[in-house]
């Protein structure tokens, strides 16, 4: 099945930083998402993007599905961004397979 | 548009004893599946629907029970729970399973098995 990996597992950031989170895949898919973890628990999707680039605010989100890899930017991080960040993909039975997150912590 | 609600958000259950979580959207979905989530992971797939009538096991069914009798409404029932099954369970729809299949998400049931 596809497997899907996350880099870093872990980042702690100043307010202010900007990232780069990375999303690997092992096959070509047609459904690449990311999603927010915030600390409360709650899924919050952030872009559906199987292909390409979108901008939302201080988020953007690029996927190059020829090369098998997904990148979502966040510029001048809020204490707020803190939480998990998931990729996922759609798979054989039509479920989301879910990297293993990237652990985000902005300190103030 | 209230998107995809979860209840209850929290619950203490005893080993034994069944209970049903609710999800419904109205998005009118076609496709709609439960997640559960443990500590540190991602989510794994419970069961699935795609559409009403039409369901299927995901890749951790076991203890679990689901019927899709409408479009809105998918419910997921623990028929005899057991500590394992303390979980953080998610409801996802999307409009449909092939082509545009971004999911959405309810904000989650909390269980605990004692």
């Known amino acids: 099945g596809i497997q899907v990996e996350q880099s870093p597992p872990d980042l702690i950031l100043q307010e202010g930083a900007n990232s780069t989170l990375r999303c690997n895949f092992s096959d070509s898919v047609n459904n690449l998402q990311w999603f927010h973890q915030n600390p409360w628990g709650q899924l919050i999707n952030l872009f559906y993007i199987p292909s390409g680039t979108k901008q939302n605010g201080r988020l953007s989100a690029t996927t190059v599905a020829t090369e098998r890899y997904s990148l979502l930017y966040i510029s001048s991080s809020q204490t707020t961004d803190s939480g998990v960040y998931f990729c996922a993909v759609r798979g054989s039975n039509y479920q989301l397979i879910w990297g293993a997150g990237t652990k985000l912590i902005i300190k103030p | 548009n209230a998107g995809v609600t979860q209840t209850p958000k929290f619950q203490v259950l005893k080993t034994g004893q069944s209970m049903t979580l609710q999800c419904a959207q109205d998005?009118?979905?076609?496709?709609m599946s439960w997640y559960r989530q443990d500590p540190g992971m991602g989510l794994r797939l419970i069961h699935y629907s795609v559409g009403a009538g039409i369901t299927d096991q995901g890749e951790v069914p076991n203890g679990y029970n689901v019927s899709r009798s409408t479009t809105e409404d998918f419910p997921l029932r623990l028929l005899s729970a057991a500590p394992s099954q303390t979980s953080v369970y998610f409801c996802a729809s999307s409009y449909r399973f092939w082509g545009n299949t971004e999911a959405f998400f309810g904000q989650g049931t909390r269980l605990t098995v004692v």
């Open positions: 998005m009118n979905h076609e496709y």
